[in-house]
């Protein structure tokens, strides 16, 4: 009967101290829509080129949330494992009710990344993990009354997404065949520089799609972004809560056959 009594008061602590934290959080909570274009263009049977721009708004479409460009070099270990380096672009916009940074002006942000792919299959489910590493230069305005940010910040971060799809109505995913999708993806800073968002964000898609061919398909649903602010607001920690929806393109080219 003690255990049982000390088992519960602990658990009525921890319950205690995670409201606790959770009421000192300051929640801003917004509708976004991204729609975004991949693009592959294969020139052997190990290497090719990856082609991206994510077109990110708030309120769904009608305002800025981020603009994204990234391109990169693929290679194909295996049928099982891609890895693939590159460079990507980013503006960010002042959006929602608070800002991710103070001057609450758009900002730029060069980032480099590494990414390791393991796909594998469980009966009619395709499964894959996707390593990423990313090194980032942040711009950041030390006056507010400046117009353009006038120095950048260097930060680290580690991401993992998994992700899970499954044929509807076939064993597998071919041409013409829809398919259902779910992922989530996890973003941890680390590093110096890092301030409050060792947490940084989580993503999370439920996704309706369909393979046209080999060179097109396109999926869409439902999209759900927590980000953690890198900084406080009257010494608490602010957490975006960002629902909406998200559209994804997806081109295939083969130019080594066409050679």
């Known amino acids: 009967f003690m255990s049982y ?6 658990m009525l602590c921890l319950f205690s101290l995670i409201s606790a934290a959770q009421n000192t959080r300051i929640t801003d909570k917004n509708s976004i829509g991204w729609f975004n274009n991949f693009t592959t263009l294969k020139f052997s049977k190990k290497w090719s080129a990856h082609l991206e721009y994510q077109w990110r708004r708030e309120n769904v479409v009608t305002d800025w949330q981020q603009s994204l460009f990234r391109t990169g070099v693929n290679y194909q270990v295996n049928n099982k494992l891609s890895l693939r380096s590159g460079y990507a672009w980013v503006e960010t916009f002042p959006y929602g009710d608070i800002p991710l940074q103070a001057a609450g002006k758009r900002f730029p942000e060069h980032r480099a990344f590494q990414m390791a792919t393991l796909t594998d299959n469980v009966n009619r489910v395709e499964m894959s993990h996707r390593f990423m590493l990313e090194q980032r230069w942040i711009g950041r305005y030390t006056n507010a009354a400046l117009s353009k940010p006038d120095d950048f910040i260097f930060l680290n971060r580690l991401r993992y997404m998994y992700r899970m799809q499954m044929a509807i109505g076939k ?12 992922y989530d993806e996890i973003f941890i800073g680390f590093g110096k520089n890092v301030n409050e968002n060792i947490f940084d964000q989580n993503r999370l898609a439920i996704l309706l799609g369909y393979r046209f ?21 009257n010494n608490r920690n602010v957490f975006q809560y960002n629902n909406g929806i998200i559209l994804n393109s997806y081109f295939n080219f083969d130019l080594s056959k066409s050679q």
């Open 213 to 233: 061919n080999k060179k097109f398909r396109i999926e869409g649903g439902f999209l759900q972004q927590i980000v953690q602010l890198g900084r406080e607001v």
């Open 171 to 182: 064993k597998k995913i071919e041409d013409k065949t829809p398919y259902a999708a779910i």
């Open 5 to 10: 009594r000390i088992t519960f008061s602990t």
